[in-house]
Nanobody, 125 residues
Framework: VQLQASGGGLVQAGDSLRLSCAVS????????MAWFRQAPGKEREFVAS????????YYADSVKGRFTISRDNAKTTVYLQMNSLNAEDTAVYYC???????????????????WGQGTQVTVSS
């Protein structure tokens, strides 16, 4: 298993959750780590990314100011801290790793090589 996501759950609007993604194997040599999400009946969408070397981070407009992506120094785990959750954040969240991804392509899921199994986040209003 290259990526293992965890931390999802059922919370109320306004609550916080922290997702974790354990990175191993070939995925550990990637350039960038990202979180995507997919709500029922919708396409998978970019949430946030962090570049391993520069630690630069990028966010979807819908989560800016509420979510924070980070990585540990050992490059073994990536986190997504989610605050002020609302019903629109309900989705399955996936972590992804890209070994050939470039800045302009990081927002599209097809540009990532490895995927975690997904963790469900449900926010009740």
């Amino acid at each position: 298993v290259q990526l293992q996501a965890s931390g999802g759950g059922l919370v109320q609007a306004g609550d916080s959750l922290r997702l974790s993604c354990a990175v191993s194997g070939r995925a550990a040599g990637s350039r960038v780590m990202a979180w995507f999400r997919q709500a029922p009946g919708k396409e998978r969408e970019f949430v946030a990314s962090v570049w391993w070397n520069s630690r630069a981070t990028y966010y979807a407009d819908s989560v800016k100011g509420r979510f924070t992506i980070s990585r540990d120094n050992a490059k073994t785990t990536v986190y997504l801290q989610m605050n002020s959750l609302n019903a629109e954040d309900t989705a399955v969240y996936y972590c992804a790793a890209g070994s050939r991804t470039i800045l302009t392509s990081q927002y599209t899921d097809r540009n990532y090589d490895y995927w975690g199994q997904g963790t469900q986040v449900t926010v009740s209003s």
